[in-house]
């Protein structure tokens, strides 16, 4: 299995996930974890995706100054992010079906930057997705600030791995 921790460690992910934080990509992996595993939903895409759900952030300066209200109205976060999490999962031998399944819950984790609603529209795992980010959203975006060390991140994350791992043994078992 590619593991949360191999992602952590690639350096397209140390480059770009920094914009938005690892705070908010381990505490949304997190949140996504445990909401698959109440409802039955495929783990290890789930957390994948909420881990990276961000990675497409870009940052947008007009004269040297960060222009939140540009970047708002141009985002294209989650299209960016979609390819980007793609590419890397391949890169790293993800599994083709996997690795595309991840990218369309990354694509489809916010619809602000389409011209319609995808409420009501998304799968399980896609849903999932959406409502950790949404559930560990703060206030003027404050949450993307917040830090968390490399080491507490990657302690995070390989209890995660842990228990995706786990979840997969007991599915066998069940079989
Ligand atoms: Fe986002
Ligand atoms: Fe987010």
């Known amino acids: 299995m590619i593991t949360l921790e191999n992602i952590f460690s690639?350096?397209?992910t140390e480059k770009?996930?920094?914009?938005?934080?690892?705070?908010?990509?381990v505490t949304v992996a997190e949140t996504a974890f445990s909401m698959a595993r109440e409802q039955g939903v495929d783990e290890e895409v789930a957390t994948k995706a909420a881990f990276l759900h961000d990675i497409g952030?870009?940052?947008?300066?007009t004269d040297g100054e960060w222009d939140y209200d540009e970047y708002r109205k141009?985002?294209?976060?989650?299209?960016?992010?979609?390819e980007r999490a793609?590419?890397?999962?391949?890169?790293?031998?993800?599994?083709?079906?996997?690795?595309?399944?991840?990218?369309?819950?990354i694509l489809l984790h916010t619809d602000s930057y389409l011209p319609f609603s995808v409420e009501n529209e998304r799968t399980n795992v896609q849903?999932?997705?959406?409502?950790?980010?949404?559930?560990?959203?703060?206030?003027?975006?404050?949450?993307h600030y917040k830090?968390?060390?490399?080491?507490?991140?990657?302690?995070?994350?390989?209890?995660?791995d842990e228990s995706?791992?786990?979840?997969?043994?007991?599915?066998?078992?069940?079989q």
């Not at 141009?74 to 979609?82: L, P, R, V």
């Open 16 to 25: 770009y996930l920094q914009r938005s934080g690892i705070y908010h990509a």
């Open 57 to 61: 952030h870009y940052e947008w300066y």
């Open 127 to 143: 849903d999932i997705v959406w409502k950790a980010d949404t559930i560990n959203e703060e206030e003027a975006g404050r949450h």
């Open 10 to 12: 690639h350096w397209v």
């Open 164 to 174: 995706i791992i786990a979840g997969h043994k007991s599915e066998v078992n069940v």
């Open 147 to 160: 830090l968390m060390d490399k080491q507490e991140a990657m302690a995070r994350l390989q209890k995660l």
């Open 86 to 105: 793609h590419k890397l999962l391949i890169r790293l031998g993800e599994d083709r079906a996997r690795a595309k399944e991840v990218a369309l819950a």
């Open 74 to 82: 141009h985002d294209i976060h989650a299209i960016k992010g979609a």
